[in-house]
C-alpha cells in the first residue's frame, strides 16, 4: 500500500505540501463536524429537563455569567451556537470539496500535458513497440481514472476517515458498548467487501484491455475505411466493436456493483443491530425509557459516522480496484526518461543532456561546410536476433546526393533513421565536418529534411501542413512561396478553391499521391534545411508523376545534400554516388554506371 501511494504521489504534479496543508484543513473540518455533533447530546437533554443546568457545576456558571434570565433562554443560546457550529462547517465542507474537485482536475490536465511531453520526448524506438490506440487510451480515458476513481475518492477517504475517528472517540466518551457495535459493524463490511478487492481489480483491468481493444477496432475500420467499404467487410468490424462493448459493459458494470457493496451491507448490518438489541433489551425486561438514551446515541452514529464509514470503505475499494492505472502511468512518465537516458549513455562519450530538444527551444544548426561521414554504423532492432545495419561506412559530401539501392528488407529505411537521428545505433559514429552528431542531436537535426513515402498530412489547410509545426503568426511567406514554386506547386495551389487556405481532409484524402508528395517536399523545403533525406518518396508514384517530383528533386540537386532512397533505378540516374545495400550491408558503391549499369570505372 505504501508503494501505492508514493506511485501516486509520484504521478501527482507540483508541490506535495499542498496535499499536507488540504490533510490539515480535513482536519479542522472534521473536528468541527464532532463538536457540532457533540453539543446536540447536551441540547437534547437540556431541553427535555432544564432541571440539569442547577445541577451542574458548569453550566450553572456559564448560566450566571451570561446572565441569562430564564433556563429557556440559555437552552436556546445553545440551540444557536450548535447551529451556527453546523453552519460554518457545511460552509468549509463544501468549499473544501470545491478545492478537492479543482486540485484533482487540475492534476488530469497537468498529467496529461506531462504525459505527452513524455511520449514526444520517448525515443522512436518506444514508439515503435508501443500501439497508437493504447497512448490515446491513456492520455484520454486513463488519466481521467486517475483524477475521479484515484485522487478524487482518495482525499475524500481521508476526510471522511478524520470524521470517523473524531466521532468513534466521541461516541466511546458516551458509550463503550455502541463504539463496540459500531466498530463491528465496519470490521465486518470491509471483510466482506475485501474479499472481492482483487477480482474488482481484475475486471477493471480487463474492461480497460476491452477499451483498448475497442478503441483499436474502430481505428482499423476507419483508418481503412476503403478496403473496407471495397471489401465489404464492414460487419467484421460491427462485430468486434459489439464484442468490446460488450466485454467492457459486464466488466465496468460489475466494478460498479460491487463498488457500492460497502454501503448497502453497512445500512442492513446497522437495521440488523437496531433491531436486535431492541428486542433483546426489550425481552430482558428493562425499562424502555432507558432504551432512548442508547438510541439516539445510535442516531447520531448512523446520520454521520455510518455514511462516512461506508464512503471510506467503498473509495478505498475503488482506490485499490485502479491500482493497474497507477502502474500503468508510472511506468510511462518513468520508462519514457529512463530509457531515453540508457539509450544515450551506450553511444559514444557525450553521456550527458543530450537529448533532442523541441525546435523552438534551438532553432540553431550545427556547421557543415565540408561532409557527412558515418563510420562502422551497427544497429539492432531492440528483441532482434541479428543487426538489420551492420558496419555501414560512408561519407557524403556537402551538395552532393548520393543513393541506397536495394532489396526491400536490405536495410535501406533503417539506414535513414540512424541517419535522421530517430535510431541511435549501437555502435560506430555519424559525425559532421568531423564533429559527433550526438554532441546535440537537436542541432544536427535541424540540418535535415525528411520526405518520406507516405507523408503525414494533417486535416488542416494546405499553409500550414507546409509550414508544419510553425504557429501562423510566425509563417514566413516568401520562403512558403519559394518553397512552393521549387516544389512545383503553384498551379495546384491556384485551382484550389481557396487557395493556400483550402483544407486537406484527414490524411490528404482531397489530394492525389503526386500532390501528396510534392507537399511534402515543399515542406521539407519550407523549413530551409541543408540535407534532405528522402525514403522512396516516389516509390508510389505512377511514372508520369514520378517524372514530375523527379524534376522537382533534380532541380534541387547542386544547392542541397541529398540522401535519396529509391525503388525505381531511373530516380537515381542523376545522383553523384550509389551505394547498393544487402543484408544490412554495403555490398557495391559507386558512380551511376559502375553499380547500376555494370560498367567498370577502369577504361
Ligand atoms: N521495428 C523493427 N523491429 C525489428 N525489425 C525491424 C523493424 N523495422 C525493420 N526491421 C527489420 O530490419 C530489416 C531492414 O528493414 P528496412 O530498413 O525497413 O529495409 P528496407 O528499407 O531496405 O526495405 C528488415 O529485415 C526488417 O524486418
Ligand atoms: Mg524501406
Same mark, same amino acid.
Given at each position: 500500500?505504501?508503494?501505492? *501511494?508514493?506511485? &501516486? @504521489?509520484? $504521478?501527482? =504534479? %507540483?508541490?506535495?505540501? +499542498?496535499?499536507? #496543508?488540504?490533510?490539515?484543513?480535513?482536519?479542522?473540518?472534521?473536528?468541527?463536524?464532532?463538536?457540532?455533533?457533540?453539543?446536540?447530546?447536551?441540547?437534547?437533554?437540556?431541553?427535555?429537563?432544564?432541571?440539569?443546568?442547577?445541577?451542574?457545576?458548569?453550566?450553572?456558571?456559564?448560566?450566571?455569567?451570561?446572565?441569562?434570565?430564564?433556563?429557556?433562554?440559555?437552552?436556546?443560546?445553545?440551540?444557536?451556537?450548535?447551529?451556527?457550529?453546523?453552519?460554518?462547517?457545511?460552509?468549509?465542507?463544501?468549499?473544501?470539496?470545491?478545492?478537492?474537485?479543482?486540485?484533482?482536475?487540475?492534476?488530469?490536465?497537468?498529467?496529461?500535458?506531462?504525459?505527452?511531453?513524455?511520449?514526444?520526448?520517448?525515443?522512436?524506438?518506444?514508439?515503435?513497440?508501443?500501439?497508437?490506440?493504447? *497512448?490515446?487510451? &491513456? @492520455?484520454? $480515458?486513463? =488519466? %481521467?481514472?486517475?483524477? +475521479?476513481?484515484? #485522487?478524487?475518492?482518495?482525499?475524500?477517504?481521508?476526510?471522511?476517515?478524520?470524521?470517523?475517528?473524531?466521532?468513534?472517540?466521541?461516541?466511546?466518551?458516551?458509550?463503550?458498548?455502541?463504539?463496540?457495535?459500531?466498530?463491528?459493524?465496519?470490521?465486518?463490511?470491509?471483510?466482506?467487501?475485501?474479499?472481492?478487492?482483487?477480482?474488482?481489480?481484475?475486471?477493471?483491468?480487463?474492461?480497460?484491455?476491452?477499451?483498448?481493444?475497442?478503441?483499436?477496432?474502430?481505428?482499423?475500420?476507419?483508418?481503412?475505411?476503403?478496403?473496407?467499404?471495397?471489401?465489404?467487410?464492414?460487419?467484421?468490424?460491427?462485430?468486434?466493436?459489439?464484442?468490446?462493448?460488450?466485454?467492457?459493459?459486464?466488466?465496468?458494470?460489475?466494478?460498479?456493483?460491487?463498488?457500492?457493496?460497502?454501503?448497502?451491507?453497512?445500512?442492513?448490518?446497522?437495521?440488523?443491530?437496531?433491531?436486535?438489541?431492541?428486542?433483546?433489551?426489550?425481552?430482558?425486561?428493562?425499562?424502555?425509557?432507558?432504551?432512548?438514551?442508547?438510541?439516539?446515541?445510535?442516531?447520531?452514529?448512523?446520520?454521520?459516522?455510518?455514511?462516512?464509514?461506508?464512503?471510506?470503505?467503498?473509495?478505498?475499494?475503488?482506490?485499490?480496484?485502479?491500482?493497474?492505472?497507477?502502474?500503468?502511468?508510472?511506468?510511462?512518465?518513468?520508462?519514457?526518461?529512463?530509457?531515453?537516458?540508457?539509450?544515450?549513455?551506450?553511444?559514444?562519450?557525450?553521456?550527458?543532456?543530450?537529448?533532442?530538444?523541441?525546435?523552438?527551444?534551438?532553432?540553431?544548426?550545427?556547421?557543415?561546410?565540408?561532409?557527412?561521414?558515418?563510420?562502422?554504423?551497427?544497429?539492432?532492432?531492440?528483441?532482434?536476433?541479428?543487426?538489420?545495419?551492420?558496419?555501414?561506412?560512408?561519407?557524403?559530401?556537402?551538395?552532393?546526393?548520393?543513393?541506397?539501392?536495394?532489396?526491400?528488407?536490405?536495410?535501406?529505411?533503417?539506414?535513414?533513421?540512424?541517419?535522421?537521428?530517430?535510431?541511435?545505433?549501437?555502435?560506430?559514429?555519424?559525425?559532421?565536418?568531423?564533429?559527433?552528431?550526438?554532441?546535440?542531436?537537436?542541432?544536427?537535426?535541424?540540418?535535415?529534411?525528411?520526405?518520406?513515402?507516405?507523408?503525414?498530412?494533417?486535416?488542416?489547410?494546405?499553409?500550414?501542413?507546409?509550414?508544419?509545426?510553425?504557429?501562423?503568426?510566425?509563417?514566413?511567406?516568401?520562403?512558403?512561396?519559394?518553397?512552393?514554386?521549387?516544389?512545383?506547386?503553384?498551379?495546384?495551389?491556384?485551382?484550389?478553391?481557396?487557395?493556400?487556405?483550402?483544407?486537406?481532409?484527414?490524411?490528404?484524402?482531397?489530394?492525389?499521391?503526386?500532390?501528396?508528395?510534392?507537399?511534402?517536399?515543399?515542406?521539407?523545403?519550407?523549413?530551409?534545411?541543408?540535407?534532405?533525406?528522402?525514403?522512396?518518396?516516389?516509390?508510389?508514384?505512377?511514372?508520369?508523376?514520378?517524372?514530375?517530383?523527379?524534376?522537382?528533386?533534380?532541380?534541387?540537386?547542386?544547392?542541397?545534400?541529398?540522401?535519396?532512397?529509391?525503388?525505381?533505378?531511373?530516380?537515381?540516374?542523376?545522383?553523384?554516388?550509389?551505394?547498393?545495400?544487402?543484408?544490412?550491408?554495403?555490398?557495391?558503391?559507386?558512380?551511376?554506371?559502375?553499380?547500376?549499369?555494370?560498367?567498370?570505372?577502369?577504361?
Amino acid at each position: 500500500m505504501l508503494r501505492y *501511494i508514493s506511485k &501516486i @504521489l509520484y $504521478v501527482v =504534479t %507540483g508541490k506535495k505540501k +499542498n496535499l499536507l #496543508l488540504m490533510v490539515f484543513v480535513f482536519i479542522s473540518v472534521s473536528l468541527l463536524d464532532t463538536i457540532g455533533i457533540g453539543l446536540i447530546g447536551p441540547f437534547m437533554s437540556l431541553a427535555t429537563s432544564p432541571e440539569v443546568i442547577a445541577q451542574k457545576q458548569w453550566l450553572n456558571s456559564l448560566y450566571i455569567y451570561w446572565g441569562f434570565q430564564s433556563p429557556y433562554q440559555f437552552i436556546s443560546a445553545l440551540g444557536i451556537c450548535v447551529i451556527l457550529i453546523f453552519y460554518v462547517k457545511s460552509y468549509l465542507n463544501f468549499l473544501m470539496q470545491g478545492y478537492i474537485f479543482k486540485f484533482s482536475l487540475n492534476q488530469w490536465g497537468k498529467l496529461v500535458e506531462r504525459l505527452l511531453k513524455a511520449y514526444l520526448a520517448a525515443d522512436y524506438t518506444f514508439h515503435l513497440q508501443r500501439n497508437t490506440s493504447s *497512448i490515446l487510451q &491513456i @492520455l484520454l $480515458v486513463e =488519466t %481521467g481514472h486517475f483524477s +475521479n476513481s484515484i #485522487l478524487i475518492p482518495l482525499l475524500v477517504s481521508i476526510s471522511n476517515a478524520t470524521v470517523l475517528l473524531f466521532l468513534l472517540g466521541l461516541l466511546a466518551w458516551t458509550s463503550l458498548p455502541a463504539t463496540i457495535a459500531v466498530l463491528g459493524i465496519i470490521l465486518l463490511t470491509f471483510l466482506i467487501s475485501n474479499l472481492f478487492k482483487d477480482r474488482m481489480s481484475r475486471w477493471n483491468q480487463e474492461g480497460s484491455e476491452a477499451q483498448n481493444l475497442l478503441i483499436q477496432a474502430v481505428n482499423h475500420s476507419m483508418g481503412g475505411i476503403k478496403e473496407t467499404k471495397v471489401i465489404g467487410c464492414e460487419s467484421y468490424f460491427e462485430r468486434q466493436i459489439a464484442q468490446h462493448t460488450k466485454t467492457y459493459a459486464n466488466l465496468i458494470g460489475s466494478v460498479l456493483v460491487f463498488g457500492n457493496l460497502p454501503r448497502i451491507l453497512i445500512e442492513a448490518f446497522l437495521i440488523t443491530f437496531l433491531i436486535g438489541f431492541t428486542s433483546i433489551f426489550l425481552f430482558s425486561g428493562q425499562e424502555p425509557q432507558k432504551l432512548i438514551s442508547v438510541l439516539s446515541v445510535f442516531a447520531i452514529a448512523s446520520i454521520r459516522m455510518l455514511p462516512a464509514a461506508s464512503a471510506l470503505l467503498g473509495s478505498t475499494t475503488t482506490v485499490r480496484s485502479y491500482q493497474y492505472i497507477v502502474d500503468k502511468l508510472y511506468l510511462d512518465l518513468k520508462e519514457a526518461e529512463v530509457e531515453k537516458k540508457e539509450t544515450l549513455s551506450k553511444v559514444h562519450v557525450y553521456q550527458n543532456d543530450n537529448v533532442a530538444k523541441p525546435l523552438e527551444l534551438n532553432q540553431r544548426a550545427l556547421d557543415f561546410s565540408r561532409q557527412i561521414t558515418l563510420d562502422q554504423v551497427s544497429y539492432t532492432y531492440p528483441g532482434a536476433t541479428s543487426p538489420s545495419v551492420q558496419d555501414i561506412s560512408l561519407i557524403v559530401e556537402k551538395g552532393q546526393a548520393i543513393a541506397l539501392i536495394g532489396k526491400s528488407g536490405a536495410g535501406k529505411t533503417t539506414l535513414v533513421d540512424i541517419i535522421l537521428g530517430l535510431l541511435q545505433p549501437q555502435s560506430g559514429s555519424i559525425e559532421v565536418d568531423g564533429v559527433s552528431v550526438y554532441k546535440d542531436l537537436r542541432q544536427w537535426q535541424n540540418l535535415i529534411g525528411y520526405i518520406p513515402q507516405s507523408i503525414f498530412l494533417m486535416d488542416d489547410t494546405v499553409e500550414r501542413n507546409i509550414a508544419f509545426g510553425v504557429p501562423d503568426g510566425q509563417i514566413h511567406a516568401t520562403r512558403l512561396r519559394q518553397a512552393i514554386e521549387a516544389a512545383q506547386l503553384s498551379q495546384l495551389i491556384s485551382e484550389l478553391p481557396e487557395g493556400l487556405q483550402t483544407k486537406l481532409g484527414e490524411r490528404g484524402v482531397r489530394l492525389s499521391g503526386g500532390q501528396r508528395q510534392r507537399i511534402g517536399i515543399a515542406r521539407a523545403l519550407y523549413h530551409e534545411r541543408e540535407i534532405l533525406v528522402l525514403d522512396e518518396a516516389t516509390a508510389a508514384l505512377d511514372n508520369e508523376t514520378e517524372q514530375l517530383v523527379n524534376d522537382s528533386i533534380k532541380a534541387l540537386s547542386g544547392t542541397k545534400t541529398l540522401i535519396i532512397i529509391a525503388h525505381r533505378l531511373s530516380t537515381v540516374e542523376h545522383c553523384d554516388r550509389i551505394y547498393q545495400m544487402e543484408k544490412g550491408t554495403i555490398v557495391k558503391e559507386g558512380s551511376y554506371k559502375e553499380v547500376v549499369l555494370n560498367e567498370s570505372s577502369i577504361v
